[in-house]
């Protein structure tokens, strides 16, 4: 998944202005307890933060 398409999706997810704060303040148990921006920085695959993102908002299945 390029990076584009996982901000797409947390645009969606969450509301664009929402998004970016919440990847930034929101520590997630699947990341290592690490935000969304540590993990991307640290060179996580998007699919891979994607995926805890989507178990953490108890997204449906289809939006996987």
């Not at 990341?31 to 449906?60: F, I, N, Y």
Request: aromatic letters at 8%.
């Amino acid at each position: 998944m390029r990076l584009t398409d996982f901000w797409s999706r947390m645009d969606e997810a969450l509301g664009q202005g929402y998004a970016k704060s919440w990847a930034a303040d929101v520590r997630l148990a699947g990341l290592g307890s690490r935000t969304v921006e540590e993990a991307l920085a640290a060179g996580e695959d998007t699919k891979t933060v994607w995926r805890a993102v989507h178990q953490a908002l108890g997204l449906p299945a289809s939006e996987r």
